[in-house]
């Protein structure tokens, strides 16, 4: 099991801008494709974007393209969610997690931060 813990989720105004971090406790994070989910009120855990582990290969979900950025150092076990252009349908829980492997599937994932809050409203 790989401990993560994210920081930097908030409140913020419609348009504006967070960056999520994710440290993990795990020597190999580097050999781990690590994604971020998210989930609001009332609403099941969803996919928001993914970077593999060997490749930096990234996916993401259609409603988030072209607004967040995924990245990661390994040298730091961190991987990072640069989020733009917020909407107010972006509130929700942002979880980090990660897997073996490059996925959407929320039961691929075996390790999962405790969530930061991100807020978008006015």
């Known amino acids: 099991q790989v401990q993560l813990v994210e920081s930097g989720g908030g409140l913020v105004q419609p348009g504006g801008s967070l960056r999520l971090s994710c440290v993990a406790s795990?020597?190999?994070?580097?050999?781990?494709?690590m994604g971020w989910f998210r989930q609001a009120p009332g609403k099941e855990r969803e996919f928001v974007s993914v970077?593999?582990?060997?490749?930096?290969?990234?996916d993401y979900a259609d409603s988030v393209k072209g607004r967040f950025t995924i990245s990661r150092n390994d040298a730091k076990n961190a991987v990072y969610l640069q989020m733009n252009s917020l909407k107010p349908e972006d509130t929700a829980v942002y979880y980090c997690?990660?897997?073996?492997?490059?996925?959407?599937?929320?039961?691929?994932?075996?390790?999962w931060g405790q969530g930061t809050q991100v807020t978008v409203s006015s």
């Open positions: 997690a990660a897997a073996r492997w490059d996925s959407r599937n929320l039961d691929d994932f075996t390790s």
């Open positions: 795990e020597r190999t994070f580097n050999s781990y494709a």
């Open positions: 970077i593999s582990w060997d490749t930096y290969m990234t």
